[in-house]
C-alpha cells in the first residue's frame, strides 16, 4: 500500500475519487462516511454521527452506504487510469476505518469503465412506479454478475406471489414505523424542504407525496411533516430484486454495499434505475422471515425495484441532490 512517491496523476485522481465517494447512495441521504485524504491513500471511515439510531442500531445500512461509497472511489480510480489497491478493514483496533484505497499502478481505461464511472454523477434513487421493467435479459445477468464479482448476489423475484408476498411485508413494516413516535421523528430529522441547499437529507423534490401509490409501499418521511413533491407516474412495479449475501458482518455488509453501487451504476449506464425498500430489513424478525422464505437462509441486504423511470418522474440530470 505505501506509495511515498506518488505521482500528480495519482494524487489527481486520488481527489476525483474522493469527489466521486461522496456521490454515492447513504441511507436517507445521511453520507455516514469520512473520506479522508491522506495524501497517498483515502480512507473511509464511518461516522457514528450519523448512524440512525433507531432504524439502523448494528450500523447495517451504515456500512452499506460507506460502502457504496467505496465503489464509486474504486470506479473513479480506474477511469482515471490507475489500479486501486484495496485494504478492507486494515486495522482490527480501528473498526470504524473500513478501507483505504492507495492508487496503484497505471492501467488505460477502456470505453466500459469510462462509461461505468460517468454513471456516477447521472445515478439517483427512483420512487414511485417505472414505465417499464428491466426488459432486458441480458442487463438482468450482467446486473446478477455484477453483484457475484462483489461476493454478494442479486436475485430477481419473478414469481409473482412471491412478489406480493414481499410487498406485503414491505407494507407490513412501513405501517409499523408510521406508529412507532421514535422512528418517524428519527426520520422526519432527515428530511429536507424544498429548496433546501442541505448536502444530506431526503428532499421534498425527492419523494411523491403519496408513498402509498403502488404495490410496495414508499417510506413516508415522517408522517409528512414535510410533503413530497416529486411527480412520479408510471404503472409498473418494476424488476423486484433482492440483494444478499453469505454472512451478516461488517465485511459482508461492506461487500453488499460495493455490489449495490456496482449493480446501480451498470442499470443507469443502461438507462436504468433503482428503488429501494429497506423497511422489513430494518426490523429483526421480518428480515429472518425474509432471509428464511426468499433467500434460502443468505442474509437480506437490499430490497430493489429496477426499471426504466418515466420521463416525468426522472430527475433531469443537470439537477442532482445538492451536495
Ligand atoms: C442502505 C440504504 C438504504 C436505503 N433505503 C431506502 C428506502 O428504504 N427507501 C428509499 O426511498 N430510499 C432508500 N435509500 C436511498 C437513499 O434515500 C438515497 O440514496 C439518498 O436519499 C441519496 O439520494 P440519491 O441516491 O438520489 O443520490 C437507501 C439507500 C441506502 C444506501
Not at 138 to 156: F, H, K, N, S, Y
Not at 232 to 238: L, N, R, S
Not at 263 to 290: D, K, M, N, Y
Request: glycine letters at 6%.
Amino acid at each position: 500500500m505505501n506509495s511515498p512517491d506518488l505521482s500528480a496523476t495519482g494524487h489527481e485522481a486520488l481527489q476525483a475519487a474522493l469527489r466521486a465517494g461522496e456521490r454515492a447512495p447513504s441511507v436517507c441521504n445521511s453520507r455516514p462516511w469520512i473520506i479522508s485524504d491522506e495524501r497517498d491513500r483515502l480512507a473511509v471511515i464511518a461516522d457514528p454521527d450519523s448512524r440512525l439510531d433507531v432504524a439502523d442500531p448494528q450500523s447495517r445500512e451504515l456500512v452499506l452506504s460507506c460502502g457504496a461509497a467505496l465503489y464509486n472511489i474504486r470506479a473513479a480510480l480506474r477511469a482515471e487510469g490507475v489500479i486501486p489497491e484495496v485494504a478492507i478493514l486494515p486495522d482490527p483496533d480501528r473498526p470504524g476505518r473500513l478501507a483505504e484505497v492507495a492508487a496503484g499502478r497505471a492501467a488505460e481505461p477502456d470505453d466500459d469503465t469510462r462509461a461505468h464511472a460517468a454513471a456516477i454523477a447521472r445515478r439517483h434513487t427512483h420512487r414511485g412506479l417505472f414505465t417499464t421493467d428491466v426488459d432486458d435479459v441480458a442487463l438482468v445477468r450482467d446486473l446478477i454478475a455484477a453483484a457475484a464479482t462483489e461476493g454478494a448476489a442479486l436475485l430477481p423475484l419473478t414469481d409473482e406471489p412471491l412478489v406480493r408476498s414481499l410487498a406485503g411485508l414491505v407494507a407490513a413494516a412501513e405501517h409499523l414505523h408510521r406508529h412507532e413516535r421514535t422512528r418517524s421523528d428519527e426520520l422526519a430529522r432527515w428530511v429536507r424542504p424544498s429548496g433546501s441547499p442541505s448536502p444530506e437529507g431526503v428532499h421534498a423534490e425527492d419523494f411523491p407525496a403519496d408513498p402509498d401509490g403502488a404495490l410496495f409501499a414508499g417510506r413516508d418521511y415522517g408522517q409528512k411533516r414535510i410533503r413530497g413533491l416529486l411527480d412520479a407516474p408510471g404503472a409498473v412495479t418494476g424488476t423486484v430484486a433482492l440483494l444478499t449475501t453469505a454472512e451478516d458482518t461488517r465485511n459482508a455488509w461492506l461487500a453488499a454495499g460495493q455490489a449495490l453501487e456496482r449493480i446501480l451504476l451498470a442499470a443507469t449506464a443502461e438507462g436504468v434505475s433503482a428503488a429501494f425498500h429497506t423497511q422489513p430489513l430494518e426490523e429483526p424478525l421480518l428480515r429472518s422471515f425474509i432471509a428464511e422464505r426468499l433467500c434460502e437462509d443468505a442474509h437480506p441486504q437490499m430490497i430493489l425495484r429496477l426499471g426504466r423511470p418515466t420521463p416525468h418522474g426522472a430527475r433531469p440530470a443537470d439537477s442532482p441532490t445538492p451536495r
